[in-house]
C-alpha cells in the first residue's frame, strides 16, 4: 500500500526551469521581433495587487471595472477572461427569445473568429454584412440587411454589433452614430466590439466616452465589459452560466490597468511605426490593400513577384528571427525600428532578386475605398 509521502512525491509539479529567469530575459527581446509579454514593470506592478476572489469581491478588480465603466460613460463593468468571452456574453445578454439575428461586418472578429459562438451560445442567426465601400459599414448597408417587423420566415435584428477598429482600419465616428441613431428608433441594441477602440482614441484624438456613447454595450479590451448597470448584471449571471468566473483576478485587473496608464501614451509612436513600414513597402513596389490607419497594415507580395512563404522563411532565418503570417502586419509598443528595418529589407532583396530573373510588375488593383477613399474622407473633416 502506497504511503503519504509516496502519493505526495507523484504530485509535486515545479513549473519553474532553472533557467527560467534568462528564458524570460530573452523572450522579452525576442518580443520585440514577433508577439508581446509583460515587461517586468507591468509584472512588478501586478505582484503588488490584491488577492480577492472575483465570484465574490476582489479589490482591484472592481477598481478596475468601474474605471472603465467610468471612461467609456457606462454605469458599470464586468471583468472576463478574454475578449470573446466579453462579446458572446454581451450577446447573451442583450438577446431575450429566439428568433433573433445580429447584424455585423462579414469580416469582424464576432463573424469569423469565435468558433460560431453566437450560433451556439444564444442561438442567433448572423447577418454578416459586406460593406459597399469596402472600408466600412453604412448606414446605407444596414438599412439594406435590417431584419424588421413580424414575418415569421426571418430572424429579426436584435443587436448590431460593430467593431472599431476592424482589421486596424478606423470606424468614422459619424457613420456610426447615423447607425446607432436607425438600430435605437428600431429598438434594437447596439454593441461595440472596442479591442482596439484605444487606438482610435489615440489617432483620432476623441475622448473614449464620445466614441462609446452610441452603443449599449462596449467590450475595451482589457479584459471589461461595459453597459448599463442591469445590463451588467445579468451578464455576471451569464459569466457565472459560461464557466467564467475566476478567482484571484487581481493579477490580471493590475497589468490591464498598467497598460492604461503607460502603455496607452506609446499608441501614437506605434502607428507611426506602422506608417513607416507602409511607406517602406510601398516604395520596394509592394502593393498594400489596407493601409496603416493605426497600427496594423495589410499587403500583397505577388506584386513583386514573391510569396508570403518566400518572405517568411528568409525571416524565420535571420540571426534574431521575425516570425511571419500571412497579409497582416501588426506593430505594437514592444516591436523594434530594426524588427521593421530587417523586415522591409528582405523584402527588397526578394523583388531585386525576381526582377534579376525578369518578373515584371504589373499595375496594382487595389480597390480605391481601401486608401485614396478614406484620405479623401478624412481631408474633408
Not at 104 to 113: A, G
Not at 183 to 203: E, F, N, P, T, Y
Request: net charge negative.
Amino acid at each position: 500500500m502506497a504511503t503519504f509521502d509516496a502519493i505526495s512525491h507523484t504530485i509535486r509539479c515545479d513549473i519553474l526551469s532553472k533557467t527560467h529567469v534568462a528564458d524570460n530575459l530573452a523572450m522579452r527581446k525576442e518580443v520585440s521581433r514577433t508577439f508581446t509579454f509583460p515587461t517586468k514593470e507591468m509584472y512588478d506592478y501586478a505582484t503588488l495587487a490584491t488577492l480577492g476572489d472575483d465570484v465574490y469581491f476582489e479589490p482591484s478588480t472592481k477598481a478596475l471595472e468601474d474605471h472603465v465603466a467610468q471612461i467609456t460613460g457606462k454605469q458599470a463593468g464586468l471583468f472576463l477572461p478574454s475578449g470573446t468571452a466579453s462579446n458572446q456574453i454581451a450577446l447573451r445578454t442583450h438577446l431575450m427569445q429566439p428568433p433573433y439575428s445580429v447584424l455585423c461586418d462579414q469580416r469582424s472578429h464576432i463573424n469569423l473568429y469565435e468558433a460560431g459562438g453566437a450560433a451556439f451560445h444564444s442561438g442567433a442567426a448572423l447577418t454578416a454584412v459586406i460593406p459597399s465601400n469596402g472600408h466600412h459599414l453604412t448606414l446605407e448597408d444596414v438599412q439594406q440587411h435590417i431584419v424588421l417587423g413580424n414575418n415569421n420566415h426571418n430572424a429579426p435584428t436584435a443587436v448590431i454589433a460593430l467593431e472599431n477598429t476592424l482589421r486596424g482600419t478606423i470606424f468614422p465616428q459619424d457613420e456610426i452614430i447615423a447607425i446607432s441613431d436607425y438600430a435605437h428608433s428600431q429598438g434594437i441594441k447596439m454593441h461595440l466590439d472596442g479591442a482596439r477602440i484605444w487606438h482610435v482614441a489615440a489617432q483620432t484624438e476623441t475622448p473614449l466616452k464620445e466614441l462609446c456613447d452610441p452603443f449599449d454595450s462596449v467590450h475595451p479590451s482589457v479584459l471589461v465589459l461595459a453597459g448599463p448597470t442591469a445590463f451588467i448584471d445579468k451578464a455576471r449571471w451569464m459569466r457565472k452560466l459560461f464557466g467564467g468566473g475566476m478567482r484571484q483576478t487581481g493579477i490580471l485587473a493590475a497589468s490591464a490597468a498598467y497598460a492604461l496608464t503607460y502603455n496607452f501614451p506609446l499608441l501614437p509612436a506605434v502607428h507611426a511605426l506602422a506608417r513607416r513600414l507602409e511607406k517602406g513597402l510601398e516604395e520596394i513596389g509592394v502593393e498594400v490593400t489596407s493601409r496603416a490607419e493605426t497600427c496594423m497594415l495589410f499587403y500583397d507580395p505577388t506584386s513583386i513577384g514573391t510569396t508570403f512563404d518566400e518572405i517568411a522563411d528568409r525571416a524565420s532565418d535571420l540571426p534574431e528571427p521575425l516570425i511571419l503570417g500571412d497579409a497582416r502586419l501588426v506593430v505594437h509598443i514592444q516591436t523594434s525600428e530594426s524588427a521593421v528595418d530587417d523586415l522591409l529589407s528582405i523584402i527588397r532583396q526578394l523583388a531585386e532578386e525576381k526582377q534579376a530573373t525578369g518578373f515584371v510588375k504589373h499595375a496594382a488593383k487595389r480597390p480605391k475605398v481601401q486608401s485614396e477613399m478614406y484620405a479623401q474622407r478624412e481631408t474633408k473633416k
